[in-house]
């Protein structure tokens, strides 16, 4: 089972903010995912083919064409700053 004081540094490393109940129930449902988890560790599953999703999915995206864009100066005409050709952005803060 997994603790309050895990369910804190959790919640802490996601900055969410829980009530008391709250880390109740995330202890309780945390332990019940891990479980499962644990469940899924004892399959054998080297007969198994890693994939990317759990259905085949065919054709979900177009092919990678180039063809025309946008001129440069509408693409930029609504930026609120531009420099060099390209839109700028403020530096994120330290």
Same mark, same amino acid.
């Given at each position: 089972?997994?603790?309050?004081?895990?369910?804190?540094? @959790? %919640?802490? &490393? $996601?900055?969410?903010?829980?009530? /008391?109940?709250?880390?109740? %129930?995330?202890?309780?449902?945390?332990?019940?995912?891990?479980?499962?988890?644990?469940?899924? $560790?004892?399959?054998?599953?080297?007969? @198994?083919? #890693?994939? !990317?999703? @759990? %259905?085949?999915?065919?054709? $979900?995206?177009?092919?990678?064409? +180039?063809? /025309?864009?946008? +001129? &440069? !100066?509408? %693409? &930029?005409?609504? $930026? /609120?700053?531009?420099?060099?050709?390209?839109? &700028? @952005? #403020?530096? /994120?803060?330290?």
């Amino acid at each position: 089972m997994i603790g309050k004081d895990e369910v804190l540094h @959790v %919640a802490r &490393l $996601a900055r969410l903010h829980l009530t /008391p109940e709250e880390v109740e %129930a995330m202890s309780g449902e945390l332990s019940g995912v891990l479980e499962h988890v644990e469940r899924i $560790a004892e399959l054998d599953l080297s007969e @198994v083919s #890693p994939t !990317a999703h @759990v %259905a085949q999915i065919t054709g $979900a995206l177009r092919d990678d064409e +180039p063809r /025309p864009s946008l +001129p &440069l !100066a509408t %693409a &930029l005409a609504d $930026a /609120p700053a531009v420099s060099d050709d390209g839109f &700028l @952005v #403020p530096s /994120p803060q330290a």
